[in-house]
């Protein structure tokens, strides 16, 4: 079952309709540009799970692209999830602040809640369903 809506997660892809396998790519560390992010969508069309995976430096970090607030995605343009000092992810909405580490806002109308991680492993440069 999916966490709740604001808990930190992380969710397993398994539970998501069409999503890969545990272990499956998902693509090369080095195919996200650096602090940048890709996003990846399954599941029907009606009902899309988004998640990002956001590189900042050498670390990367995978979250639901949905925010804790009132559910609506997070990203400024497709796959624009950070602050213009690219520190946070700041959601487009209205504002609340997330650390990339473990999704927790700390400013903004969901303070104290989470963005959903999503279950990843790094192996061998790659970024595989965890
Ligand atoms: S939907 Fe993200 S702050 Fe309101």
């Known amino acids: 079952m999916l966490p709740k809506l604001g808990d930190p997660g992380p969710a397993d892809l398994s539970d998501v ?3 890969p396998d545990r272990g499956t790519e998902l693509c090369r560390i080095g ?3 650096e602090n940048g992010a890709r996003v990846f969508t399954y599941g029907p069309q ?3 799970f988004e998640f990002f995976i956001q590189r900042i430096g ?11 607030h009132i559910a ?3 990203d400024w343009r497709p796959g624009v999830f950070m602050d213009p000092q690219r520190t946070f992810f700041l959601c487009a909405n209205h504002g609340a602040v997330f650390r990339p580490e473990d999704g927790y806002c700390f400013a903004g109308p969901c ?3 989470y963005l ?3 279950a990843i492993e790094i192996r061998d440069g790659a970024v595989c369903v965890g």
Do not use: K
């Open 31 to 33: 195919d996200i540009p």
């Open 17 to 19: 309709p069409g999503a």
């Open 72 to 74: 609506l995605p997070m």
């Open 46 to 48: 009606e009902d899309p």
């Open 116 to 118: 959903t991680a999503i």
């Open 58 to 68: 050498d670390a990367v970090y995978a979250y639901r692209n949905l925010c804790p």
């Open 111 to 113: 303070r104290g809640r």
